[in-house]
């Protein structure tokens, strides 16, 4: 059995569970690399990534660099003297810094790769309506997700599942398969695949504002589908507007209905304790809203103060 000696990058949750893993395995985790700390929110306070505050938790070395190619960094880095480099969740490496440690850099990557290479393959894997999913190791090349397959393990996708929480499935599937793969790697057992050549790929790419705009003359399916798969974060809206004024909406839970009907398309059919959307064939049943300045709250609470004319509509 090979001594592993593991250099391990990460920056938000999603990462701390796989290093709070690897951490309980009881391998050896000689450095942690994540985000620099950043101003943020309203009154500007430093934010530490969640990699960080676990790894201060855990007395573990940290290092924060702001260019993976400065000197100083390599130089650390080097003398950690590791000689594998676990990735979630981070950001591209140069090569300096994937080559670096003898037994390679391998990263966590939350789809079936080839398939949704790229930023955000959780959410782009329900908008697209998708029934399976899962987790892969491999390792890092000088592309993105491009890298020889190590491991993979699949996972059903529910028809309810919202990205948040196929977020947290994948999260624990990914820290086991994880420890999966060092242990196949401390005993020299590794097997890779090269990722398939395929004209069929589906992309992951970044999620911006404008991806987040419902489009309600879709099908009721890919409504719904688009909503939970952008809930809870960064969440998709919509402008709610009648005759005189027009607001910025977020919508976070949604159900459907099909139903025929004679309403037009994004016409708002509301009572005091239902708002629900007419789409082609069928309904979609707001059932958690958030107002501009609000928190997100239930419908059937917001109703309770929000006069819904019938005149309203969505755009």
Known sequence: MK????????????????LDSIAKSNFN???????????????????????????VANNLNILQPTNLKDEAFLS????????LQIVVAFRMLPK???????LGTFNLHASLLPQYRGAA???????????ETGVTTFFIDDKIDTGEIILQKKCDINDTESAGELHDKLMYLGADLVIETVKHIQS??????????????????????????INWADSIDNIYNHIRGLSPYPGAWTTLK???????????????????????TGEIISTKKEMKVAVVGGYILLEEIQLPGK?????????????????????
């Open 3 to 18: 001594e592993i000696k593991i250099v391990f990058m990460g920056t938000p949750d999603f990462a701390v569970t796989i």
């Open 29 to 55: 985790v000689v450095g942690v690399i994540t985000a620099p700390d950043k101003p943020a929110g309203r009154g500007r306070k430093i934010n530490e990534s969640a990699v960080k505050k676990y790894a």
């Open 76 to 83: 650390e880095l080097k003398a950690l003297d590791a000689n």
């Open 96 to 102: 300096v810094v994937w080559s670096m440690p003898k």
């Open 121 to 131: 393959p959780i959410n782009w894997a329900i908008i697209n309506g998708e029934k």
């Open 188 to 213: 020299d057992t590794i097997k890779t695949t090269k990722q398939p050549d395929s004209t069929t790929l589906k992309s992951a790419y970044k999620i911006h504002k404008s991806t987040c705009q």
């Open 242 to 264: 009648n005759d005189i004024d027009e607001i910025s909406l977020k919508i976070f839970k949604v159900n459907k209905l099909i139903e025929d009907h004679n309403f037009k």
């Open 295 to 315: 928190r997100k709250m239930k419908t059937v609470d917001v109703l309770n103060g929000l006069n819904i004319e019938k005149n309203h509509y969505v755009s």
